[in-house]
């Protein structure tokens, strides 16, 4: 059973009248939490595509290069994103819904929020409302200041990267330090550690931008300590 026949059924299990908001409360089971995932981006991502009084084609298209969306899955796809534009609950209850269901270590609340940054981006323009909500959905996650500018380097093209925020490294660690914390990024990164996390097989080329990111990062780093 594909990710948005789970989803679909999730949709058809509210009442009339139900926001969306509501199948959280209905999404408890360790099997559920690909399905709370996946809502979770999709609805937070409509949020967000207001956030700068436009919604555009590509971000739309956006959600397209974070899960795989055969056609026959289209409209259960669409189906959420517009229940979620409608809905009269703000951006915060679904982030703080999120973070309560995927609170702890090894929860996929980063990996969330990084969908967030990849939807944000879609159009090529970071704007100052997006960032003002991406920062506050971070807060409600539970990401400190640092925790955010880290992710936030990894997709937002400012002047110039500090390979050492996007690996959220400190410029007077040993390299051997930061070579370790590089693979600790690695290592979470693998396909594995993601499905492991909850995440749908659809999303997990959601991770490849982190992935490039990290390791170009670590490659800048590493020319730089051995010059």
Known sequence: MSIWTRIADALAALRSGEPLSAVFDRLRTPRDRSVAFTISVIALGAKMAKAD?????????????????AREDERAAARVYNLARQ???????????AAAMFSG?????EDLLEGLFHIAMADGDYHPAENAF????????????????RMRARFVPDAERDPY??????????VEEIRQLWRTHVRQ?????????GLPEEAVRMAEARMVAINHAWEQIRAERDA
């Open 189 to 197: 990164t693998h396909p594995d550690a993601l499905a492991a996390r």
């Open 134 to 149: 991406l920062a506050r959905v971070a807060e409600l996650f539970g990401f400190d200041e640092r925790a955010f500018a």
């Open 53 to 69: 009084g436009l919604v555009t084609r590509d971000e739309v298209a956006a959600f397209r290069d974070v899960f795989t969306i």
């Open 87 to 97: 809905d009269i609950a703000g951006f915060e209850d679904y982030a703080a819904r």
């Open 105 to 109: 270590p090894d929860g996929p609340l």
């Open 165 to 174: 925020e996007v690996l959220g490294a400190d410029p007077a660690m040993p």
